[in-house]
């Protein structure tokens, strides 16, 4: 059991609700002349580090798999807000600052009492005696569970297929609310990358996703029948 820290689904509904609230402020700017979007933008990305902090931190949600979902996730983030491409420097930066974050919260964690510490130090301490294998067999175990007897499974096949609807439809609705709604691809792309992620990183498995997509459907929902009701309105 976890009794302490964010459980899985905790840091799903955080980091997901975390994205939504970029796509939000990103969609509102581009429509008020008065926000300085150099200013906006620079406010995003220290409320994301804001978030990362409250999910890893062994004093707060010590959050392993949170951590290295959220991190390359910020990091894409901030590559659309600067409009820059994702290149192989791009990704490597990214697996660098991952890694050097996950490692700062691990040494924080190992510097308090043994009887003190999270299981993010005490999964760098097996790590350190070679022990990791064990946990890491484990979770692997847990997720392909879940991916094979979860109700989860089913709720994700279910929105995966009612988003293929809105893209595939010929009225091409996800592809319209993209264009008609800046802030759209700020929820989409990232949103990607954090569910992936969670879901492989996580021992919850495909249970992130479902989670994360709970919390993301209903804003796509909107935004689309924002777009089909234009064409309600044009008949």
Do not use: C
């Not at 308090?112 to 990791?132: M, Q, W």
């Not at 293929?164 to 993209?178: A, I, M, V």
Request: charged share 15%.
């Amino acid at each position: 059991g976890r009794f302490a820290g964010f459980g899985n689904l905790a840091f799903a509904i955080i980091s997901m609700s975390a994205i939504v609230f970029v796509a939000m402020v990103k969609e509102l700017a581009t429509t008020n002349s008065k926000w300085n979007i150099k200013k906006i933008n620079v406010w995003l990305i220290v409320f994301l580090i804001v978030v990362l902090i409250f999910d890893g931190a062994p004093y707060l949600g010590s959050d392993v798999g949170g951590v290295l979902a959220l991190t390359p996730t910020i990091f894409v983030v901030g590559l659309m807000l600067y409009n820059k491409k994702i290149s192989f420097k791009a990704l490597l930066v990214s697996a660098f600052v991952t890694i050097a974050t996950i490692t700062t919260f691990a040494f924080i964690d190992l510097a308090r009492p043994e009887e003190e510490r999270t299981h993010l130090g005490r999964f760098a301490s097996s790590l350190v005696k070679g022990e990791a294998g064990t946990v890491i067999e484990r979770k692997l175990n847990a997720n392909l569970s879940i991916l094979t007897s979860s109700v989860w499974a089913v709720a994700v096949i279910f929105a995966l297929l009612y988003l293929s609807f809105l893209f595939l439809h010929p009225e091409k609705f996800l592809q319209r609310t993209s264009s008609k709604h800046p802030g759209f691809k700020f929820l989409a792309y990232p949103g990607m990358v954090l569910g992936v992620l969670g879901m492989v990183l996580n021992d919850s498995g495909v249970a992130i996703p479902g989670m994360m997509l709970a919390v993301a459907l209903p804003v796509v929902t909107l935004l689309s029948l924002g777009v089909a009701d234009e064409d309600f309105a044009d008949v």
